[in-house]
């Protein structure tokens, strides 16, 4: 794992998957580095790593100082240690539904949603947020699973006639408590990804919880819904990492 600069969220996230790592027995290591490291710097290390076999999973934690272009380390990270699925060629692979390692937060999503018994196919799926880690492969997992899938933005129009649609609401967007209660459609299934904090010790979803939790037919709450979720994903795709590197 590695950690450019000082974001205390980061910190925190960065420190639950050390954890996780401990708890299953999985050896991890840090690299802490400062925030004015250069990102030749950064990607010589990931070459490093790369070429190191001890190492089965690479992770830069995002966001990276604006000196830094994310792309470029992304693009850095062997595809076959990429435990993010960021890289081109895994995101590509997601695209066609033939993939080795899923992208941890739509990963844990999914998770959610098999383990609670919720058939995806022909419903309407609706996802609110287009980012590249969340909303774009988010849909796609869906579109897999057969679902109808309709994929919201900052720019959609009239978006609570469409929110109302869902069987399904996946909200990726970023901004706290943004999905009123009167956005959801009765007995709906309400996956809040969002993670804001709006006061030092008070985190919020992109989902105003306590209005939807009464129209929903399920939901999950922020914090100790996808976070969590996300980092066991994360373990999972280390694990198929360490299995495919061996096989090489
Ligand atoms: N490279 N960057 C890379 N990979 C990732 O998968 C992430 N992400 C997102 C940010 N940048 C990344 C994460 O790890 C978001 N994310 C993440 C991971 C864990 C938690 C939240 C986001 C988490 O542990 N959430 C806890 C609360 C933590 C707190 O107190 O702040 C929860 O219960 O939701």
Do not use: W
Request: charged share 25%; net charge negative.
């Amino acid at each position: 794992m590695i950690l450019v600069g000082e974001d205390p969220a980061s910190k925190v996230y960065v420190n639950n998957k050390k954890k996780a790592c401990e708890y299953i027995g999985i050896n991890s290591y840090e690299y802490l580095l400062p925030a004015e490291t250069s990102q030749e710097e950064l990607i010589s290390l990931i070459e490093k790593l790369n070429n190191d076999e001890r190492v089965s999973g690479i992770l830069c934690q995002l966001p990276v100082p604006d000196h830094i272009d994310d792309q470029a380390i992304i693009n850095a990270i062997a595809p076959e240690k990429d435990v993010d699925a960021f890289h081109p060629v895994n995101v590509g692979k997601i695209m066609t539904g033939n993939f080795d390692f899923v992208p941890c937060t739509p990963a844990g999503v999914m998770e959610l949603i098999n383990e609670s018994g919720i058939d995806v196919c022909g419903k309407d799926c609706v996802v609110v947020g287009r980012s590249n880690i969340v909303g774009k492969p988010m849909a796609m997992l869906l579109l897999h699973r057969s679902g109808t899938v309709t994929i919201c933005h900052s720019k959609t129009r009239e978006l609570a006639e469409i929110t109302r649609k869902a069987d399904i609401l996946v909200a990726a967007v970023g901004i706290p408590e943004f999905i009123k209660g009167d956005m959801i459609k009765p007995g709906a299934v309400v996956i809040d990804v969002g993670i804001n904090r709006i006061a030092p010790k008070k985190l919020v979803g992109d989902v105003e919880f306590e209005a939807a939790e009464k129209i929903a037919g399920a939901i999950t709450p922020v914090p100790g819904g996808v976070g969590p979720m996300t980092i066991a994903m994360l373990m999972k795709n280390t694990v198929k990492a360490a299995q495919i590197n061996a096989q090489k």
